[in-house]
């Protein structure tokens, strides 16, 4: 460990958080700020969330900052002056700040001093410059409008043969709204930019006073095919400010539920990676097998997608035995089918031919972007909480950490594959070992006062939520999804490769534009 | 070659389907549809179900139904999310490039009635806001068979 993280725990300017151990707490001065940050990138940490809230009659206006090193997570707070609205920027060190301190001066007007992008993120043409909704102001509704974003300035590519492309927000196909402005050579991307903040819909903004179980409703809506994932930190968080945990059976069958989600997810998207490659046989195979597990889904938990399973302190229903023989079941029969499956797709040459070597992001490059998650693993980097920092039940199971170097579409199409089995076996884990006991434990949250923070690794990559709660109200919530962090990189990504290879690299990176957007 | 036709052997017919609507005439189409999907700010849930309705299980081409890429092509305007102040004139350009006649099924109840996402000051809260609606299909997210359901009512609706 660092100096500057070694004299932060010693001064007790960090105090280890309440559950699983390596998560820290700790509100900073700015040259604290800044030295943390450039020890966390001597050390190849990552910047897993930045964020700001806003002040009241007890809080002062902050900055907040996620870190993430192999075997610790460090929330860390700045409180900003009154009349100082500023802090630095971290973009020189992490450049996935870049976007992140956008979004804080859009919602809140702190500036980053150092930022040189200063062009709006979250906000487009529809808001007025210098509205900052998720400061307390008056009248905000009457400031805002509907105009599209016809004004956005892309960073424009000069050269005689160089033409531009733009896509979206509406696409081809039935994914979510963002745009890309490809700028080509012939048929090979020079340079990619994207304009994402159209799915916006004032997340912060909708917690703040809301009781912890209107927040729940909504955590688990911040990106819907990662429900279990942000309900789960949400509650994580939640039962941390209440100093309670859920009971043992409860904390396996949200990890089912989790695994569930994980697997769900891979067998669409590589359904989807080998359509988009020109195969239609293997979305067909995959999501009929898809299909089983909605139909089991809503059978057995209540919901297709296992939306609102999650509840404060425990599970919304319990899993009767009968069902446990049925999903084990269900897991040694999908694993035969996919074996089989995986068998005849890896020896196709057609559709080796359009995934390897298209997309890449070489360990390399995914280390300076700070990758983590499916993708990151895919380029190399070894990040898995469930490996490095386990919660319960996860502490109970050997979880190995699996990695591929190769970072190209083949690389993360394989990944997948290689999570479906490993997930396949923590059900069977979990399944065989599920403890008898209650489901719910009895929480009272109107009475709660505290800080909370959440973190799980869901199917993209780490999952957060940090919630701050004042008599059973929530002061602040910001969720994180992985996503944030890796848009940027698919700019990257898509280099010297041509615009045709564009769906397939972004559907083998799948990102939430939902979950980015907030 | 051969395996993968073994697989798909294999796999057969699965799902019960949904029964075609009663009436069917060459008069109307009824039941058949080019749809034309906008995600105006969804969570992507009732994305995952419209990926759904392509699968095997549900069959949506064969009940003469298909997503366009193109509005110029859509005769149904399917509009999930509740309307983010951002995609609102998107989602308004992609109507005014339908040929008439054209209708919008608002799916989801954010698309219905804002859901969670209600009040806030980034959404405008319902499709209606924007757009005249035909037909809702409620739902977080709505299951397959209601939004197949939804889209058939809707085709076989008389004629507006």
């Not at chain 1, 996620?66 to 610790?72: C, I, M, S």
């Not at chain 1, 609102?308 to 079941?329: F, I, K, N």
Request: aromatic share 8%.
């Amino acid at each position: 460990m660092g100096k500057v993280l070694t004299s932060l725990e010693r001064s007790g300017v960090f105090r280890p958080i309440a559950g699983p151990s390596g998560r820290y707490r700790g509100v900073l001065s700015a040259p604290e700020w800044l030295q943390l940050a450039e020890e966390i990138h001597q050390e190849g940490g990552r910047l897993l969330a930045l964020w700001g809230t806003e002040a009241d009659e007890q809080l002062p206006p902050s900055v907040h900052a996620l870190w993430r090193l192999p075997h610790a997570v460090y929330w860390v707070s700045m409180h900003l002056g009154p009349d100082h609205l500023q802090y630095p920027s971290l973009s020189r060190l992490f450049p996935t700040a870049t976007r992140m301190e956008r979004a804080v001066y859009d919602l809140l007007g702190f500036t980053a001093d150092g930022n040189a992008d200063r062009r709006p993120w979250v906000r487009h043409e529809a808001w007025p410059a210098g509205c900052f909704p998720l400061r307390r102001q008056e009248g905000l509704q009457n400031q805002l409008g509907t105009a599209g974003d016809a004004h956005y300035p892309f960073f424009e590519v000069a050269g005689e043969d160089v033409h531009e492309i733009p896509v979206g927000p509406v696409h081809a196909g039935s994914i979510e709204p963002g745009h890309f402005r490809f700028s080509c050579v012939g048929e090979k991307i020079v340079r990619l930019e994207e304009r994402l903040g159209y799915t916006h819909k004032g997340v912060a903004k909708l917690f703040l006073e809301q009781d912890l179980d209107f927040g729940l409703r909504l955590a688990g809506r911040i990106s819907g095919d990662s429900t279990v994932a942000f309900a789960w930190a949400y509650v994580m968080a939640a039962e941390q400010v209440a100093g309670l945990q859920a009971p043992v059976r409860a904390q396996f069958l949200r990890a089912l539920a989790l695994e569930r989600e994980r697997l769900l997810n891979h067998l669409g998207d590589l359904g989807a990676l080998g359509n988009d490659a020109g195969f239609a046989f293997v979305l067909s195979q995959l999501l009929a097998l898809k299909e089983n597990l909605l139909r089991e889904n809503e059978h057995f938990f209540g919901h297709r997608y296992l939306m609102d399973y999650l509840t404060l302190g425990g599970v919304q229903r319990d899993l009767p035995a009968a069902a446990c023989q049925s999903l084990l079941e269900t897991v040694a029969r999908l694993r035969s089918q996919l074996t089989s499956l995986e068998v005849l797709l890896a020896e196709h040459s057609g559709l080796r031919d359009r995934m390897v070597g298209t997309g890449m992001v070489v360990p390399e490059r995914a280390r300076a972007w700070g990758m983590g998650g499916l993708v990151g693993r895919a380029s190399g980097q070894g990040w898995d909480l469930r490996n490095q920092l386990p919660w319960p039940p996860y502490d109970q199971f050997a979880c190995p950490l699996s990695v591929q170097e190769d970072g190209d579409v083949a690389a993360r199409w394989a990944q997948r594959w290689k999570e479906i089995y490993q997930s396949l076996s923590l059900q069977e884990d979990l399944l065989g070992k599920l403890p008898e006991g209650s489901m719910q434990a009895t929480l009272v949250t109107t009475t709660l006062h505290g800080e909370g923070l959440g973190i799980v690794e869901g199917w993209r990559g780490e999952v957060a939520c940090m919630l701050g709660v004042r008599e059973g109200r929530l002061l602040f919530c910001h969720p994180q999804d992985p996503s944030t962090a890796l848009w940027p990189v698919l700019e990257e990504a898509v280099l010297q490769d041509i615009v045709a290879d564009f769906p397939l690299i972004n559907k083998s990176f799948n990102l939430s534009y939902s979950g980015q957007d907030l | 070659m051969y395996r993968i036709l073994q697989k798909i052997w294999q796999l057969g017919k699965v799902g019960k389907g949904i029964a075609p609507p009663a009436q069917k005439s060459l008069s109307n189409f009824c039941g058949t549809a080019a749809i034309r999907h906008v995600d105006a700010g969804s969570c992507n849930g009732c994305e995952l179900e419209i990926q759904a309705l392509g699968g095997p299980h549900y069959g949506l081409e064969q009940l003469g139904m298909g997503l366009t890429a193109s509005p110029r092509h859509a005769d149904i305007l399917l509009v999930t999310g509740p309307v983010s102040r951002h995609m609102a004139s998107a989602l308004q350009a992609t109507f005014a490039a339908m040929p008439a006649p054209k209708k919008v099924l608002a799916l989801g109840d954010c698309a219905c009635h804002g859901g969670v996402f209600a009040g806030s000051y980034a959404v405008l809260g319902a499709v209606d806001q924007v757009l005249p609606v035909h037909g809702r299909c409620p739902g977080c997210p709505p299951k397959p068979e209601a939004i197949l359901q939804s889209l058939q009512e809707l085709t076989c609706a008389a004629k507006p």
